[in-house]
């Protein structure tokens, strides 16, 4: 029996791969070796297109932020660009397992590249917000979406907190005056 021949190797298919990957067996089961198994290649073949581990998953969260931040919308004014980037960073934790952890522990590809920061804060900048100002926004809006979808995540806590509180309408009115503080 022959092996199936391999994929065209690029880091758009490893990173879609990983993905993969991921959602099937989650992130404590990602590795190098397991994903150089399933593109039918040997895991030094991945170090062409990743220095390491690292960086795939640094690849992963920079691609799970900019489908986050693409999904916004026009918006009025930047706080409204905040609620709806908060609420769609949520979903989109939500709909990747076990992305709040993934988030959580990459490491920057970026490594403080002012570029990025341009990135990252152009929706708010065009808004009407300094750079700096607007990037300290984005992580706090970030890091509420981050905990939350963590703490949600949590899945004894989860099932305990299930009849005491509404997740989404809790979300919600923390996200708001989030916001409103600022």
Known sequence: MTRPAP???????VLAEAFLLLREQ??????MRKLAERLS???PALYWHFADKGELLGLMTESIYRNVRESVGPCADW?????TYGRALRQGLARERDAPQLLAIAPPVTDGDPGSADAIS????ALGLD???????????TSLALGWSTFEANGPMHHFLEGMIDFDDSFEAGLQALVKGF
């Open 79 to 83: 706080r409204e660009w905040l609620v």
């Open 7 to 13: 994929k065209p190797l690029d880091r758009e298919t």
């Open 26 to 31: 989650g992130l404590a089961a990602l590795s």
């Open 41 to 43: 290649v040997q895991a």
């Open 122 to 125: 152009a929706p708010l900048v």
């Open 131 to 141: 750079r700096a100002r607007a990037l300290s926004t984005i992580a706090s809006v």
